[in-house]
Structure formats: C-alpha cells, structure tokens
C-alpha cells in the first residue's frame, strides 16, 4: 500500500507567485529546516484546496483460480479530515473489455475536495463471464465497510458511481439491494446494500442493447460476438451444434439487466439533470 501526498496545482503556482513578491513580510527564519540556506526567507502558504491524501493498490478481493490467484485492486482518495464522511465507490467503464480503476482523476479528485472518500475499483471484465462483475461490486462495498475506520467512512452512507458499463455495474448494485445471490468471498459479515447510485450513461437492459439506431449498429450487437454476448455466454465456440444458443443468451441477459431486479421491488426514484 503506498501513500501519497496531493497537491494541487493551484497551490503550487500559489506559493511561486509569493516566492516571488514577498521581502519584508516573510516569516521569521527557522534555521533548523532541512536544506535551509543562510540569509534566506521562510514563507508560510496556506493550502488554497482542501487537501487529499492517495491511497493505491490497495487490494479488496483475491480470486481463486485453477492455478492462480488474482487480486483486484482499488484507489482510494481520503479527504484529510477527522469527521466521518460519506463514500463513493466509482466503476470505471470499458465496454466489459477492461475496469481501468486509475482513469478520470479529475472527477474523482474533484469529489474527494467536496468531501467524499472515493474508491476507484477494477472488476472482472471478459473472457470472464456474469455474474463475475456483480460479484467484484459487492465485495468493494463490504471491503469498505469492513474497513471504514481505517479511510473516516461513514458505513451508513456508501453509494457507487459509474461510467457506460461501469454505470451499469454501479445500476446492479442499486437494484440488488438485499439480495445476496451476488455476495460471494470475503466480508460476508458486512453488507453490500448502497445508499445511493449514479450512473453516467449505464446501460440498463441488455436485451436492447441498439434499439433506435440504424440497421447496422443493431445486427452488431445481435452478434454472438458483441462484448455484451461475451459476457453473457463466453466465447461462442463453448456451445455446442445445435445447443439454443440465443435462448440461453436471451435467459442470462435477463439475469444482467437492471430492469429485472427494479421489477420485484419498491419503485426506485430516478433523477437526471
């Protein structure tokens, strides 16, 4: 696990504009300050933005494999402050294809300034297959809750955010609340229910996945080839002759989409701006 200090650009031009116009007005001289130079001003800059300390590589899940073990890592940015504070687990999109949990720093940077923890986290994307990447949810939300003292989170206020299929992951998690189908691995002591979701352009049913767009897009993504019947089926050369290949694409996409699981529960409120 490694620690790093950020600071923001702003208070680093900051301090160089001071450098450069206060004389006079420097603070008294510390001599005992490492490098310290004979005959030269201390000046004090205050911090401008709120100030975030980078905690990466922290690992959340270890996945047991036939000969090997992989771990998934997340990336979490804490504010530096002694109150509790609200949670934000952020997944990345990338079309099923890749978790890139580093990306969008600026979003997310921008978050942990307001006040927010924020965990970017990677998951399983294809060759693996459903549910695999609800599963890598799930247990984020439980690492953190097992683990909110050491990061000032608040276990009562935890949402996720995502991006594309990111938000559709961040979407499963909202409409899974309570479910434990999807809990497996560590922490099952801990609850993996969400107090809020954000979803940036998530999709919601896979089922109709190009509907509205012209002819083409829609036979892509009829294909048994498409990112989305990857992740649904695996590759398509693991059914065999005559095995009702778009039947059980059609039944698993079910299980994947959001819609399914918003049906059997409480209304959820939906907000857009």
Request: glycine share 8%; charged share 20%; net charge neutral.
């Amino acid at each position: 696990m490694k620690i790093n200090k950020i600071l923001s650009s702003a208070t680093l031009l900051y301090g160089m504009s001071m450098a450069m116009s206060v004389g006079s007005c420097a603070t008294p001289v510390q001599t005992n300050l490492p490098g310290y130079t004979p005959g030269a001003d201390i000046i004090s800059v205050s911090p401008t933005r709120n100030q975030v300390d980078l905690i990466g590589d922290v690992v959340y899940s270890q996945i047991k494999g036939t000969r090997s073990v992989r771990q998934l890592h997340m990336s979490v940015l804490v504010p530096r402050t002694n109150d509790l504070k609200p949670a934000i687990i952020y997944y990345p999109g990338g079309g099923f294809m890749s978790s890139e949990h580093d990306k969008f720093i600026e979003m997310r940077m921008a978050l942990a300034e307001a006040g927010f923890v924020v965990a970017a986290v990677e998951y399983r994307t294809i060759p693996d297959t459903f549910p695999a990447p609800v599963e890598d949810g799930k247990a984020a939300i439980r690492y953190l809750r097992e683990h909110a003292s050491n990061y000032g989170i608040d276990p009562q206020r935890i949402g996720v955010l995502g991006d594309s299929a990111g938000g559709w992951l961040a979407q499963m998690m909202g409409t899974t609340n309570g479910d434990k189908t999807f809990d497996k691995g560590d922490f099952l002591q801990q609850s993996s229910d969400v107090q809020a979701v954000a979803t940036l352009y998530g999709i919601s049913d896979l089922l109709n996945i190009g509907e509205g767009f012209p002819e083409s897009v829609q036979e892509v993504h009829r294909s048994p080839a498409v990112t989305e019947a990857l992740m649904i089926n695996g590759p398509a050369f693991r059914n065999f002759c005559g095995s009702p290949h778009h039947s059980v694409k059609r039944k698993s996409a079910k299980r994947q989409s959001n819609r399914t699981y918003e049906r059997s529960k409480t209304p959820i409120s939906y907000y857009a701006w």
